[in-house]
């Protein structure tokens, strides 16, 4: 049997339970995407620039580890501008634990957060004024 597959199967009187490392990063994702404050997730740094992810790829800018009873999350973000990055960062570490822990019975250790960048509103779009006519 493949060790990597038995570390994440719980088995009980019925069967077992397999819980993808998949499912853990969407949950992760979600949890943290919920916090005010948090403009996206991060997919890594593009050539020195963070890239911002759009809303469904909940499992982009995550990455966790799964062991038998536990797990751990490194969170790639991008926050608002003004907001207060260590409470926003608290905010979304234990939202996420709290998601983790409830949906999955896993115990997680340990909530990462990387800020990788900063999103500004979009600018409105002004109507420019026809000099010549």
Known sequence: MDTATDKKTKSTALGSIRIADEVVSIIAGLAATEIEGIAGMSGGL?????EMLGRKNFSK???V??????????????VKYGVRIP????????????AIETMTGLH???VNIHVQ??????EEQKEEVVRVR
């Open 46 to 50: 593009v050539g020195g620039i963070a």
């Open 61 to 63: 800018g995550v990455k």
């Open 65 to 78: 580890e799964v062991g038998e009873q536990e797990a751990a999350v490194d969170l790639y973000l991008i």
């Open 87 to 98: 409470d926003i960062a608290l905010n979304v570490q234990e939202n996420v634990k709290k």
């Open 108 to 110: 997680v250790v340990e």
């Open 117 to 122: 960048g900063v999103g500004f509103p979009p």
